[in-house]
């Protein structure tokens, strides 16, 4: 059954460092989308993505993140300088177009902890 | 107000039993309303989804929703101890949004 992927499953970084965490969609999703989970809250919605642009992003996704679609299977989260407030959970999903938004499919997560 | 909120347990019962999962929200808007299932360190996993008011059911799982009180349930029928995890309510507005809003989740523990 097709899932989503994402690399790497844990990253460690600095404060003030640059990073990048990648998502392989499922294949014929179009909609691509990252989410987070700080430890024991909510996941929250970042950002979703078609057609090589952003279509919706919420509050947090300021100037510091950006998202990119370099080829035709890859989908990233870039964080330019990482805050300790950044360590959580990133969660990439995709979805179908003509499934709505509805069915999102998540991918395992990148555990990112900002020292 | 908060959007969405859910109980975050722990619920603990016995296998077999009828685990009754809940979420309340805020917004008569809100259009589509799905379930997630999040097993410890890893990703969500949709288990259904429901549009609108009505009853679902995908083998030992129903879907509910009352729109008229903004309430949605999950009943889970003869539980296994495969079913601990999180059980996550997700909403969807509709429309223009595509960003789902999550419930903090309801840790459910199925005992054999």
């Known amino acids: 059954e097709p899932e989503v992927t994402q690399t790497p499953s844990h990253q460690v970084t600095q404060m003030g460092q640059e990073v990048i965490l990648r998502c392989v969609p499922i294949?014929?999703?179009?909609?691509f989308y990252w989410y987070r989970q700080i430890l024991g809250q909510k996941v929250e919605f970042l950002v979703s993505?078609?057609?090589?642009?952003?279509?919706?992003k919420s509050e947090i996704f300021d100037d510091q993140f950006s998202v990119e679609r370099p080829d035709g299977s890859n989908f990233t989260l870039k964080i330019r300088s990482t805050k300790l407030e950044d360590s959580a959970m990133y969660f990439c999903?995709?979805?179908?177009?003509?499934?709505?938004?509805?069915?999102?499919?998540f991918g395992p997560g990148t555990r990112l902890t900002v020292t | 107000q908060k959007e969405v909120e859910q109980d975050p347990g722990p619920l603990s019962v016995p296998e077999g039993a009828i685990v009754s999962l809940n979420c309340t929200y805020s917004?008569?808007?809100?259009?589509?309303f799905m379930w997630y299932r999040q097993y410890s360190r890893k990703g969500p996993e949709l288990l259904m989804y429901t549009y609108s008011s009505g009853n679902k059911e995908d083998g030992r799982f129903t879907a509910q929703v009352d729109k008229s009180s903004k309430y949605i349930s999950l009943f889970i029928r003869d539980s296994q101890p495969s079913d601990s995890a999180t059980y996550l309510c997700?909403?969807?507005?509709?429309?223009?949004?595509?960003?789902?809003?999550f419930g903090t989740g309801t840790l459910l523990a199925v005992q054999p």
């Open positions: 294949s014929n999703h179009l909609y």
């Open positions: 997700a909403i969807l507005n509709g429309g223009a949004t595509n960003k789902l809003i």
């Open positions: 993505f078609y057609n090589n642009e952003i279509s919706e």
């Open positions: 917004n008569s808007a809100f259009q589509y």
């Open positions: 999903a995709s979805s179908l177009p003509d499934r709505g938004f509805y069915e999102q499919y």
